[in-house]
């Protein structure tokens, strides 16, 4: 299991941009974040143009297959999704990883027992603003 913001563990942020532009604000071979929204098609079609890595966040079982197309390094579901987001990465053979936005530790054995790729807690984004 991936862990990204844990505070036991060393980790490389995720860079959360809302524009092409805010790319020039992050290190060279950072993994950017973004919110799947059909405003946000360029920008993902800008990312995936310049081969960059990126985590894509979703709210539903049929956006998840959207950043699955879209070529989502990873992909962010609440709690709620993650098991289902995790079976159908699984049946579908995804090489994306998905990540379940972790609030606190209480669920993280839980999501260790639903078999999820990865957890990632809010101090792991780092929003970018130019």
Do not use: W
């Not at 987001?85 to 379940?100: G, H, V």
């Amino acid at each position: 299991m991936l862990l990204f913001g844990h505070p036991y563990i060393p980790f490389t942020p995720f860079y959360h941009i809302t524009e092409s532009s805010d790319v020039d604000g992050t290190p060279p071979n950072s993994t950017l974040f973004v919110t799947f929204d059909i405003e946000n098609l360029d920008l993902i079609t800008f990312l995936n143009q310049h081969q960059l890595p990126f985590a894509l966040e979703v709210k539903s079982l049929e956006e998840v297959v959207f950043a699955h197309n879209l070529n989502a390094k990873y992909i962010v579901v609440q709690d709620h999704l993650a098991k289902s987001a995790q079976n159908c990465a699984e049946t579908y053979l995804f090489d994306a990883k998905i990540l379940c936005r972790m609030e606190n530790e209480a669920s993280i054995e839980e999501k260790i027992i639903e078999g999820v790729d990865g957890l990632i807690y809010a101090q792991a984004i780092v929003k970018i603003s130019l």
